[in-house]
């Protein structure tokens, strides 16, 4: 069992940065692949950025690309979605989710666990 813990969420005007953090229970996270998911009012939970166990595999979004980087602290047992050039399309709710196994997911029915999401809303 893992339990996921979003914080770093909050309200940022476009342009600005925000650095999320998911604190994962467990001693397994360095064997679980790790996933930033948003779910923006009326609209589907779509995948935003995906990192391997190793950190050696890294997967973004077409439209984060460039503005936002995924890493991951084992030691820690944590993972970051550092956010940077924000837009007002940005504004949803952050999941955070990890998933047993190889690769990178990136589709939400991958992964088997998920946290409580922190909302993130870029003002114009």
């Known amino acids: 069992q893992v339990q996921l813990v979003e914080s770093g969420g909050g309200l940022v005007q476009a342009g600005g940065s925000l650095r999320l953090s998911c604190a994962a229970s467990g001693r397994t996270f360095s064997r679980f692949a790790m996933g930033w998911f948003r779910q923006a009012p009326r609209n589907e939970r779509e995948f935003v950025a995906g990192i391997s166990d190793s950190g050696a595999t890294i997967y973004y979004a077409d439209s984060v690309k460039g503005r936002f980087t995924i890493s991951r602290g084992n030691a820690k047992n944590t993972v970051y979605l550092q956010m940077n050039s924000l837009k007002p399309e940005d504004t949803a709710v952050y999941y955070c989710?990890?998933?047993?196994?190889?690769?990178?997911?990136?589709?939400?029915?991958?992964?088997?666990?998920w946290g409580q999401g922190t909302q993130v809303t870029v003002s114009s």
């Open positions: 989710a990890a998933t047993p196994g190889v690769g990178v997911p990136t589709r939400p029915t991958e992964y088997a666990y």
